[in-house]
């Protein structure tokens, strides 16, 4: 019998809500230990802020997986350079951020752990520290020598891929390529079937200009890129469907026929889902060799250290991302 997911938890930017969310997650019986990777110290003071009855343990790569324990959580430590304060951000700690990934990431491929689970980083922080960063989804694509992959956010029944991430909306259009809205789709395609066990998967692409360029009038990417790449994988038996206008893509008459829906960028297909989902959603990076889910809100600075965050999407990401591996390993077994 597999044993159950392990699972790695960075904690994400201290002066954030990550570390309250990430240990109120002792609060309930997980499947197995989470091992939370962050500062230690700034773990501690915000459990003693909110008097959480947590107790935390250090934990070291060189040690066997934590065993269950009632009312504790595990920590390996990854220092900070300055000592936090919710709400209030700190370039200096931009690089142990940045650390609790690459950690977290060693664990996975070292073995030791078999998914990893963010709590958000703040993107505009690590830039001003001087060091250029997009996404968690783009830094693990890249660290993971992965040329492309899928962000998708998942909540409530409805399924939302990206065709484009963290991207300028001026750069967006030059960015819908054939190329690669092929392999978006292809790893698309495949992990709705291992991740998510759905064996054949039907996809609605949306347009990319208003009413999905009106016949050419409105735009010309539907008829000389989506569409034709739409009939190539109609024609290998591919369920994919499109393009639709995206103004009416999510109506419940559309939805009820889908898997996914594929938005050609961040805010045409996010703000559905979040006001959908909000508070309930994960978001999933399809196409690493590692499982990585993530919740579906940021920061929150305006709220961290009130005790008002809310960790139901935090939670959520922790079982997506054991199902995930449960999925995965019954896909390896045929
Ligand atoms: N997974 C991630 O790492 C991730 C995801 C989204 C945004 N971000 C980053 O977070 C930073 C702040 O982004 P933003 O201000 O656009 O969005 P945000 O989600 O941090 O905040 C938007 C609003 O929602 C509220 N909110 C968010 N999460 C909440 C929770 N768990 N419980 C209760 N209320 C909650 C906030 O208080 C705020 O009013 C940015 O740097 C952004 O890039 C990171
Ligand atoms: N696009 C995500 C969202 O709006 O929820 C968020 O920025 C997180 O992205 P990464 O997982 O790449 O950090």
């Not at 597999?2 to 609060?27: M, Y």
């Not at 700690?93 to 703040?122: F, K, Y």
């Not at 292809?186 to 039907?202: G, K, T």
């Amino acid at each position: 019998m597999k044993s159950v997911p392990r699972i790695v938890l960075t904690v994400g930017e201290p002066a954030g809500i990550g570390p309250e969310i990430a240990l109120l997650l002792g609060q309930h019986p997980l499947p197995a230990p989470v091992l939370l990777v962050g500062d230690y110290h700034c773990l501690r003071s915000r459990a003693a802020l909110f008097g959480l009855p947590v107790g935390l343990e250090r934990w070291q790569e060189d040690d066997p997986w934590p065993a269950p324990k009632k009312g504790t959580l595990y920590c390996l430590d990854v220092p900070l350079a300055r000592p936090c304060r919710p709400g209030h951000l700190d370039p200096a700690n931009a690089p142990a951020v940045l650390q609790t990934l690459d950690r977290a990431l060693h664990l996975l491929r070292s073995g030791q752990a078999d998914a990893m689970v963010t709590a958000p980083l703040h993107k505009g922080i690590i830039n001003d520290a001087g060091i250029p960063f997009t996404g968690h989804t783009e830094y693990l694509a890249e660290h993971c020598g992965v040329a492309q992959v899928v962000m998708l956010l998942a909540g409530r029944g409805l399924r939302v891929a990206l065709a484009t991430t963290h991207l300028p909306l001026s750069r967006v259009a030059a960015a819908i390529r054939p190329d690669t809205l092929e392999t978006t789709l292809r790893v698309l395609h495949r992990s709705l079937q291992e991740d998510f066990a759905i064996a054949a998967p039907r996809i609605l692409v949306a347009g990319l200009n208003p009413h999905a360029g009106e016949g050419g009038h409105l735009g010309h990417e539907e008829g000389e890129i989506i569409a034709p790449l739409i009939r190539k994988l109609q024609q290998e038996g591919l369920s994919i469907s499109g393009p639709w206008p995206a103004d009416s893509i999510f109506t419940p008459h559309h939805l009820e026929d889908a898997d996914a829906v594929l938005a050609m960028y961040h805010d045409q297909g996010l703000p559905v889902l979040k006001y959908h989902a909000f508070g309930e959603a994960v978001n999933i990076t399809l196409g690493l060799p590692v499982v990585r889910t993530s919740v579906d809100h940021g920061t929150a600075l305006d709220i961290a250290g009130s005790g008002r965050a809310d960790h139901g999407s935090l939670l959520r990401a922790v079982d997506v991302a054991a199902e995930i591996v449960r999925n995965r390993r019954a896909a390896a077994c045929g």
